[in-house]
């Protein structure tokens, strides 16, 4: 079983591009299943392993999402030993998977999210280097792992763009806000004579800042702002959609930033985005008030 694992997680680095994160969310949950179903060949995998494995995921401590992950991790490695020829059948034929709740996204007011950018930074580098972070990571509503890929290079502070590489290593070019931009000058010229292929943000070793590192500061920065709010760097990332949709931006254009491939995963803002439009509508219907 763990040999056709590891096989199965080359595949997929190979062709779908997949990050260093999913890869080993995939092993772990993978690795996961190989210990519950102990002893078990591959092509000897049916319903009764599945449904026992399911089962006992339902039956402890974990979040329906978590349970979900881990169900598509197992179904995303059948398909493979199926289309390798090592399973006959499908051994998720008939078997129930538990309803996929999606909660709507977290995601800061504008005036808490102004709240946190308006501390200003220190005089030392490591602080102008977190004050460009949380202002970049709201200005182009990027993923904590796309900033931590950031190089110098990546940054065109003339046209205020920068070229990011999304999931399955997909490019696109964002545009990024005035103030982050000047924020982001500053703190190059702190650092001093970074060139195009060095990472853009470095950790006090002088290393690339890992997602993780990344995650670290914005939880750190926020403490700083004195917001009573657990907030993540994908809090930032939904903040900055739904502030756009808020503000009229076409939802489409939305979708080209964040990088989606499909529109659906977009329209999931517009349910936090609705009490905006309850807003407008009674303030520009003639028949919204009694």
């Avoid at 080209?256 to 219907?285: C, I, N, P, W």
Wanted: with cysteine; aromatic share 6%.
């Amino acid at each position: 079983m763990r040999l056709e694992i590891e096989r199965f997680l080359t595949r997929l680095r190979a062709s779908r591009g997949a990050s260093p994160h999913t890869l080993r969310a995939y092993r772990a949950d993978l690795e996961a299943f190989a210990a519950a179903a102990s002893g078990v060949e591959p092509r000897d995998l049916d319903r009764t392993h599945v449904r026992a494995y399911l089962a006992g995921l339902q039956s402890g401590s974990l979040s329906r999402a978590t349970v979900l992950r881990r169900a598509s991790a197992l179904r995303s490695f059948v398909r493979f030993l199926r289309a390798e020829g090592l399973l006959a059948r499908d051994p998720f034929l008939g078997v129930p998977l538990p309803k996929r709740v999606r909660p709507l996204p977290k995601f800061l007011t504008e005036a808490e999210m102004e709240q946190v950018l308006s501390v200003p930074a220190d005089a030392d580098s490591a602080s102008r280097r977190d004050r460009a972070l949380v202002e970049l990571l709201y200005s182009a509503g990027l993923r904590r792992a796309e900033l931590a890929a950031l190089n110098v290079g990546d940054l065109d502070l003339l046209s205020g763009t920068a070229r990011v590489f999304g999931k399955g290593s997909k490019e696109r070019i964002v545009p990024v806000g005035e103030a982050a931009l000047e924020l982001l000058r500053e703190w190059l010229r702190a650092r001093g004579g970074a060139g195009d292929g060095e990472p853009l943000f470095v950790n006090e070793r002088g290393g690339r800042l890992s997602a993780d590192g990344v995650a670290f500061l914005v939880r750190r920065w926020v403490r700083r702002a004195a917001l009573m709010k657990n907030v993540t760097p994908h809090v930032f990332r939904h903040s900055f959609a739904t502030h756009l949709l808020n503000r009229g931006c076409d939802i489409r254009h939305v979708q080209e930033m964040l990088g989606h491939a499909s529109l659906q995963t977009t329209q999931f803002y517009t349910h936090v985005s609705l009490q905006r439009l309850r807003e407008v509508y009674k303030d520009a219907h003639p028949r919204s008030r009694t």
